[in-house]
C-alpha cells in the first residue's frame, strides 16, 4: 500500500516538473511573466480526455493536446507581446479565467462543472500503461524527454536569443532579433510542454473537471519555479520534489481533507511570499527576477 | 427587461466600484496592483458573519468591527509584506506576485477556518422586491447603491479637501518630490492602505448582505475591481468608479446575449481589449 502510495507522489512529482520546467522556459529563459501557465495545462487536460472519450488512441490524444495547447500560446503572444512586467500578468492571468469559464460553462463539449469521468488510461503502442507503475515510468521517460528539450533549446541559439531579450529586449531588437517571434515562440513552446503535462494528468487521474484547473492551481508551479530560482533547470527538479513531498506529512498526522487541501495552499503561498521577500532569486537563481 | 438589466448592471457596478475605488486609491500611491485586496473583503465578509451570525453580536457593531478588522488587515498586509519589498526597489510586478500568494493564503486560512459551504448573513429578511416599471428592485439594493455613492462623495471630499488627500495626491505626482517637501511616503502608503481597505471592508459586508458568502469570492472581486480600475483608468479614483459602473453594466447586458456563466469570461474580454488598445483607460494618466 505504502509504495502504491509512494508511486502516486512520484507521478504527481513528475507532472508538476513538466509544468514547472516548462513554465521556467517562459518566465526564467524569456522573462515572460506569463500567470496563464494553468489555461494551457486545462486545454491539454480537456483535448487529451476529449479525444480519448470518443476512441483515439493516446498517441494521437497526447500529440493533439500539446499541439493545441501551443497554438494557444502562439495565440496569446499575439496579442500580449507589446504587454510587459504587470499589465502581461495580468492578461495572461485573464487569459485562465477565460478557459475555466469556457470548461465550466460549454456543457455541451466539456460537461460542465459535471467533468468528464472515465478517462481511459493510456495505452501506447500495446504498451499497457494502465497500471500506476507503468505510468510512473511514462511520467519519468515524459519528463526526461522534456528537460532534454528544453536543455537543448536555453543551449541554442534560440535560447540564447531569448535570453537576450529577458535581459534587454531593446539590445536585443538592435541586434536585429524580431523579438516578438522569439517571444511568442517561447510562450508557445513553453505550452506545448503545459499541454503535455495536461494530458498526462487527465489519463492518470482519469476525471478532469474545471475545479482543477483554477488560477488556484498555479500557485504550487509558481511557488516551484520561484524557489528554485529563474533559468535553472536543476533547481527546478529539486523544488518540484520538494515542494510535492513537503505538505505530506499533513496527512499522516491525521487532519481530514477538507483541512489538508487549504494547509497545502497555505505552505505554499506562505514559502512563495517568504522567498520573494527574503530570497527573490531563489535558491538556484541565475537571473534576479523583475 | 432593458430597465432590469440596467438596474442589475448599476447594481453590479455599485458593488465593483465598492472594490475597485480603494484598489485604485492604493495604486495611484504605491503605484502597484494590490491583489491581496480581495482577500481584505472576504475577511470583512467573514468577521461579519462570525461576529454577528455566530456568535450574536449586535449587527451595528460587528459591522464597525468588521470594518476596523478590515483596515487594520490592509494595513498590516502593507506592513510585513509590501514594505519590505518596497525597500529593496522591488519591481512592480514581483509585488503583484506576492500579493497574488497573500490573497491566496489568506483565502485557504478562510476555507479551513469557515469550510467551502455557502454562508449567508441573514441580518434582512428576503424583502419583496419593489416593481419600478416593471423591473425589480430590493430595499437592500437601493442601500447599496446609495451607500457607495456617498462613499465616493467622501472619498472625493476627502482627496480634495484634506490634508491627507493632498499629500497622498502629492506622493501619487511624484514620490521623491512630495519626500523633498517633507512628506512621510511611508505613511501616506499606509493611510491609503487603511482607507482603501476600509471602503473595501464596507463593501464586503454589502455584498455579504446582498449575495452568498465564499471562501474564494475575494478573487473574483478583485478581478472584476482591477478590471473597472483599468476600463476608468489605474491610478485614478473617478475613473475606477466610472469604469465599475461600464463593467457591471457590460456584464448584464452580454448575458442578454450569451448564458449568464460566461459573465465573468466577458469582464475578461473587456480587460484584454482595454490592456492591448487603451492601456491609460478612460480617465487614466499616463504610466511612464
Given at each position: 500500500?505504502?509504495?502504491?502510495?509512494?508511486?502516486?507522489?512520484?507521478?504527481?512529482?513528475g507532472i508538476y516538473l513538466i509544468l514547472a520546467m516548462s513554465l521556467q522556459l517562459a518566465m526564467g529563459f524569456s522573462g515572460l511573466l506569463n500567470l496563464g501557465h494553468i489555461a494551457f495545462y486545462a486545454i491539454g487536460a480537456y483535448t487529451s480526455a476529449l479525444l480519448a472519450l470518443a476512441g483515439c488512441p493516446f498517441w494521437l490524444c497526447i500529440l493533439c493536446a500539446c499541439l493545441l495547447a501551443m497554438a494557444f500560446g502562439h495565440l496569446l503572444a499575439i496579442p500580449t507581446h507589446k504587454l510587459k512586467g504587470d499589465y502581461l500578468a495580468l492578461a495572461t492571468m485573464g487569459f485562465t479565467f477565460v478557459v475555466y469559464a469556457v470548461a465550466l460553462n460549454w456543457t455541451d463539449l466539456t460537461r460542465g462543472p459535471l467533468g468528464l469521468p472515465g478517462i481511459p488510461k493510456p495505452n501506447l503502442f500495446g504498451l499497457d500503461f494502465s497500471s500506476n507503475f507503468n505510468f510512473l515510468f511514462l511520467t519519468i521517460a515524459i519528463a526526461l524527454i522534456t528537460y532534454l528539450i528544453i536543455k537543448q533549446i536555453t543551449r541554442s541559439p534560440f535560447g540564447k536569443a531569448l535570453q537576450a531579450v529577458r535581459d534587454d529586449e531593446l539590445a536585443a531588437q538592435v541586434l536585429g532579433k524580431n523579438t516578438f517571434k522569439l517571444k511568442s515562440y517561447s510562450l508557445a513552446t513553453s505550452a506545448f510542454f503545459a499541454g503535455i503535462a495536461g494530458s498526462l494528468y487527465a489519463h492518470y487521474v482519469t476525471f478532469i473537471d474545471p475545479s482543477s484547473f483554477t488560477i488556484m492551481q498555479l500557485i504550487p508551479v509558481l511557488a516551484i519555479v520561484i524557489i528554485a530560482g529563474l533559468a535553472s533547470l536543476r533547481g527546478t527538479i529539486i523544488a518540484a520534489i520538494i515542494l510535492i513531498l513537503l505538505p505530506e506529512p499533513l496527512r499522516f498526522i491525521g487532519f481530514p481533507s477538507s483541512i489538508v487541501g487549504p494547509a497545502r495552499q497555505i505552505i505554499y503561498a506562505l514559502i512563495l511570499i517568504l522567498i520573494l521577500i527574503f530570497k527573490p532569486t531563489g535558491f538556484f537563481g541565475k537571473v534576479k527576477l523583475e | 427587461m432593458f430597465l432590469q438589466l440596467l438596474i442589475n448592471g448599476l447594481i453590479a457596478g455599485a458593488i465593483y466600484a465598492l472594490v475597485a475605488s480603494g484598489f485604485s486609491l492604493i495604486y495611484s500611491t504605491c503605484k502597484f496592483i494590490h491583489f491581496a485586496h480581495g482577500a481584505v473583503v472576504t475577511f470583512s465578509v467573514y468577521i461579519a458573519y462570525l461576529l454577528f451570525s455566530n456568535l450574536g453580536v449586535n449587527f451595528w457593531l460587528a459591522i464597525i468591527l468588521a470594518v476596523a478588522f478590515a483596515a487594520f488587515l490592509g494595513w498590516l498586509i502593507n506592513?510585513?509584506?509590501?514594505?519590505?519589498?518596497?525597500?529593496?526597489?522591488t519591481s512592480p510586478v514581483i509585488l503583484l506576485v506576492t500579493g497574488?500568494?497573500?490573497?491566496?493564503l489568506l483565502e485557504s486560512l478562510i476555507l479551513m477556518f469557515f469550510g467551502a459551504d455557502v454562508k449567508t448573513i441573514d441580518f434582512i429578511e428576503i424583502a419583496e422586491g419593489w416593481q419600478f416599471f416593471g423591473a425589480v428592485i430590493t430595499p437592500l439594493q437601493i442601500v447599496i447603491i446609495a451607500v457607495a455613492l456617498v462613499l465616493f462623495v467622501l472619498l472625493f471630499l476627502l482627496m480634495k479637501t484634506t490634508r491627507l488627500g493632498k499629500a497622498m495626491r502629492a506622493v501619487s505626482d511624484n514620490k521623491e518630490v512630495a519626500e523633498?517637501?517633507?512628506?512621510?511616503?511611508?505613511k501616506i502608503y499606509s493611510w491609503s492602505f487603511i482607507i482603501g481597505s476600509a471602503i473595501a471592508g464596507i463593501g464586503g459586508i454589502l455584498i455579504g448582505l446582498e449575495q452568498n458568502l465564499e471562501p474564494t469570492m475575494?478573487?473574483?472581486l478583485v478581478i472584476k475591481g482591477f478590471t473597472a480600475a483599468i476600463i476608468g483608468g489605474i491610478g485614478s479614483v473617478p475613473g475606477a468608479v466610472l469604469g465599475s459602473f461600464l463593467l457591471g453594466l457590460?456584464?448584464?447586458?452580454?448575458i442578454w446575449y450569451l448564458p449568464s456563466g460566461y459573465k465573468d469570461a466577458i469582464a475578461f474580454v473587456i480587460l484584454f481589449i482595454f490592456l492591448l488598445f487603451m492601456p491609460h483607460g478612460i480617465l487614466g494618466l499616463k504610466r511612464k
Open positions: 500500500m505504502l509504495s502504491a502510495y509512494i508511486i502516486h507522489l512520484l507521478i504527481l512529482i | 506592513l510585513i509584506v509590501y514594505k519590505p519589498l518596497r525597500n529593496r526597489k497574488f500568494a497573500v490573497l491566496i523633498v517637501v517633507g512628506i512621510p511616503a511611508e475575494g478573487t473574483n457590460a456584464e448584464n447586458f452580454g
